[in-house]
């Protein structure tokens, strides 16, 4: 005799449609909300300086101002093309360079037997309850010693080193599979050629997450491009933004375009690693 099939009664199919439809209304209602400041940048940017303070709010304005960027670009005071060079020159630098550093260090503390491996690794730690402030003016005083004013070394050198990235990086490798590295040295691979040759080829997931963190930071940095460079030919995209808001000037469309501009190369780092942001932090096992 065959057992009776259980079936679900209807209104229980009627709830499951109405939750699914719940929260995709919800994340439309959150997509538009998330949305609203992209599309200011770009309604202010394409706008006049009337349209953007004009107290009657419409949708577009009226007519669409394309030779905004024409002007951004060629305006004589702000060298915009220049700076978004410079950022994106000290971006990619900082990425790489903090990717290698941070992850031989890492490297280095899960892996190589080292007695004051442990101290070392919360000596590192204890830097990250530094406050930025503290360090900021000695930072400056040997920059300028060295003469890296207004250079891109001087806005670059000393951010290579992340100590969060570090950390990230240690508790990652600390549960690498072992049996991985002991087929390497039994090839014969010590463990120089077994991190460049096997660690990190089955660890882009997490170089991805801290790459992609390490870009948004380094693009967006302001105070420390700032201070250091002090001619127009070393100002980052952060800086030149500051300059379209003076006491003197404010030029409203200008500074929107701009950012509209700057917030690009973001969107297309974030839109191709997005997937591994996520991997990457969960992978690396920060809540060991």
């Not at 050198?157 to 991985?180: K, N, W």
């Amino acid at each position: 005799m065959r057992a009776p099939r259980h079936t679900r009664p209807p209104h229980a199919d009627a709830l499951v449609r109405v939750g699914r439809a719940l929260r995709i209304a919800l994340l439309a209602a959150l997509a538009l909300l998330f949305l609203i400041p992209f599309y200011l940048l770009v309604r202010n940017g394409l706008a006049s300086e009337s349209d953007i303070t004009s107290p009657d709010w419409t949708f577009f304005p009226s007519t669409l101002r394309w030779s905004n960027i024409t002007e951004l670009f060629g305006d004589p005071s702000v060298p915009f093309a220049r700076s978004l060079l410079n950022s994106a020159l000290i971006a990619v630098a900082t990425t790489l360079g903090t990717l290698v550093l941070a992850s031989l260090a890492g490297y280095g503390l899960a892996r190589i037997p080292y007695r004051h491996a442990g101290k070392v690794f919360y000596a590192i730690l204890g830097t990250l309850m530094v406050p930025a402030a503290v360090t900021f003016v000695p930072s400056f005083v040997l920059v300028s010693s060295l003469g890296w004013v207004s250079t891109l070394r001087g806005l670059i050198v000393p951010t290579l080193f992340s100590a969060f990235a570090c950390f990230i990086f240690r508790q990652y490798f600390t549960g690498f599979p072992v049996e991985l590295e002991d087929a390497a040295r039994v090839d014969g691979l010590g463990y120089w050629r077994t991190y460049w040759r096997i660690v990190v080829p089955n660890s882009r997931p997490v170089f991805a997450a801290v790459g992609t963190i390490v870009f948004i930071g380094a693009w967006n940095s302001f105070l420390w491009p700032l201070v250091i460079g002090q001619d127009r030919g070393a100002w980052t995209v952060q800086v030149a933004l500051s300059s379209f808001t003076t006491s003197q000037v404010v030029r409203l469309h200008e500074l929107f375009v701009a950012a509209a501009v700057s917030i690009v190369p973001l969107l297309v780092v974030f839109l191709f690693f997005q997937r591994w942001i996520v991997a990457g932090v969960e992978l690396s096992g920060i809540d060991d």
